[in-house]
T-cell receptor, first 114, second 111 residues
Framework: AQSVTQPDIHITVSEGASLELRCNYS??????LFWYVQSPGQGLQLLLK??????LVQGIKGFEAEFKRSQSSFNLRKPSVHWSDAAEYFC????????????FGKGTKLTVNP | EAQVTQNPRYLITVTGKKLTVTCSQN?????MSWYRQDPGLGLRQIYY???????DKGDVPEGYKVSRKEKRNFPLILESPSPNQTSLYFC??????????FGNGTRLTVT
């Protein structure tokens, strides 16, 4: 069965520093991949998605992610973090065909220090 | 405005008292789904629906029911809630090959 692993439960960075959140997936075929962000008390907002084509995808709020098939990874990056980026981040994969279920990782909580 | 609307946002109830959490989307999406979110466990799918009158179990369906009589609505029913169903619930919908759109969540407490 497909699965998503986010190895880091909690990451702390300083404002202005670069950020990389890791995501690995387990799925036989090419998946559809997503990153969502959840601010405290809020629902989930889509940051970016990968369906096919260019493996480097740009999202909202200055985020980008790179799909690496050889590493089964879809890491999220931002060159300079802002205090407002403090939130929880979820990587997700949806299988093609059938139920097309979206499977989430367990999330990475980001703390931004001033 | 395209959105998924859940009601209520907060709900406190007692064990065994039937409740329904409503979910409605205005994007004419065929696919709708319910998730629960618990600390350390992430989001887990409860039920999903591929279209009207088509529903199926997700990963944690025990204790829940759903119905899909109309395309826009997908209510979540707890016939006899128990304390282990205390959680944050999200409804979501999507069109074909598009990302999920989430509602703002319903925080349920069962005492």
């Amino acid at each position: 069965a497909q699965s998503v692993t986010q190895p880091d439960i909690h990451i702390t960075v300083s404002e202005g520093a670069s950020l990389e959140l890791r995501c690995n997936y387990s799925y036989g075929a090419t998946p559809y991949l997503f990153w969502y962000v959840q601010s405290p008390g809020q629902g989930l907002q889509l940051l970016l998605k990968y369906f096919s084509g260019d493996t480097l995808v740009q999202g909202i709020k200055g985020f980008e992610a790179e799909f690496k098939r050889s590493q089964s990874s879809f890491n999220l990056r931002k060159p300079s973090v802002h205090w407002s980026d403090a939130a929880e981040y979820f990587c997700a994969v949806v299988t093609q065909g059938g139920s097309e279920k979206l499977v989430f990782g367990k999330g990475t909580k980001l703390t931004v220090n001033p | 405005e395209a959105q998924v609307t859940q009601n209520p946002r907060y709900l406190i109830t007692v064990t065994g008292k039937k409740l329904t959490v409503t979910c409605s989307q205005n994007m004419n999406h065929e696919y709708m789904s319910w998730y629960r979110q618990d600390p350390g466990l992430g989001l887990r799918q409860i039920y999903y629906s591929m279209n009207v009158e088509v529903t199926d179990k997700g990963d944690v369906p025990e204790g829940y029911k759903v119905s899909r009589k109309e395309k826009r609505n997908f209510p979540l029913i707890l016939e006899s809630p128990s304390p282990n169903q205390t959680s944050l619930y999200f409804c979501a919908s999507r069109g074909r090959q598009s990302p999920l759109h989430f509602g703002n969540g319903t925080r349920l407490t069962v005492t």
